[in-house]
């Protein structure tokens, strides 16, 4: 009876350490891979109190850490949801108080841990656009020359997407350095560039040259742009406006057009307050070209002649002829003669 509780305990031991070996081995599945560093000032002084960002991406996992007393952080890989390999993309960044920086390194084999990272927070700038030459012809190729596409700086905003799916955080407009053409694109878009990757940055600026000479039957009044990046897509589409001057615009109606497989490509757009809309899915060269409008002169209706019966001619009236007098005395010398005769015949019978 004793050997037989011993048994029964030997197993019990057996199995707990069995399982909790199991456990130990399941809980370290994730490589271990430690990633630490030092977070300074413009100026090099240590920051406490930063939260560092760290970034697989290559999952899009990420894990934070905030700086202790001397600028230091400290995190550990394996406690992404999933495994990082070898050859992932670790991105480490921070941001505070409009000051910001990042570095990326592939992380390579597990003997490369701990990997330390430090980052030097810098002012947040906009680039300074730069100005465009002023072309000398509005579309490549030879011929004459023509209006030329206006000389302004590039206007570049940023767009902040989720780093994974694309999709757009904040509602954003993005204007040219002129402030006339205008891209809106609303929170929950999915956004990505001709590569597939999240869009980050939207360039407005007018191009050189246009691609080609303009369509039959429209002018080109000086409003070109090129959205960039060139490529980049939209699900679902969003707007493109163009701000124009009326004046430009007389007797002719803005309409919006992209050059697409080498040709011009209308597309719908409607006008609200001096300023062209379209929607597109897509970045190319959209420019505001003016259709001549076509005066249709209505067809006059023809006026119904009344037809008139015939008339018949009224007949001439015969003239009665005027008697031709005759001879005076004849009426006399033929009634004597008469008389003449019939007493005559009563004389002779009388005998």
Known sequence: MKHAKLV????????????GMAVSVQAQTNELFTVHGRVFDTDKTPLDGVEVIVTDMNTGDTISNVTSMGGWYSVNLANMVHNTSATDIIKVSATFEGKTDSKSFTRGPVSNSPKRVDLVLQLITTPTPTVTPTPTSYYKGGGGGGAAAPAVGAGVTSV??????????????????????????????????????????????????????????????????????????????????????PAKFEGKTPVIYTYEAGKWVKLDTRIEDNKAIAKVD????????????????????????????PVSPTPS???????????????????????????????????
């Open 8 to 19: 029964v305990t030997g197993l019990l031991l057996f199995t707990i350490i069995f399982f």
């Open 282 to 309: 897509h970045f190319s060269t959209f420019v505001l070209f003016g259709e001549e409008k076509v005066v249709i002169t209505p067809t006059p209706t023809p006026t119904a002649t009344p037809t008139m019966p």
């Open 160 to 245: 902040s997407t989720e780093p994974t799916t694309g999709e757009v955080k904040t509602s954003v407009t993005a204007k040219s350095a002129d402030a006339k053409a205008a891209a809106t694109i609303t929170a929950g878009t999915i956004a990505k560039d001709a590569a597939g990757k999240p869009l980050t940055m939207i360039t407005i600026t007018p191009p050189s040259v246009l691609p080609a000479a303009p369509p039959a039957g429209v002018s080109y009044v000086g409003y070109a742009y090129n959205f960039g990046p060139e490529g980049a897509t939209f699900e679902p589409a969003i707007e493109i406006s163009i701000e124009f001057d």
């Open 317 to 351: 009236p015969t003239p009665t002829p005027t008697p031709k007098p005759g001879i005076p005395g004849y009426e006399a010398v033929f009634a004597i003669a008469g008389l003449l005769a019939v007493a005559y015949l009563v004389l002779r019978r009388k005998a």
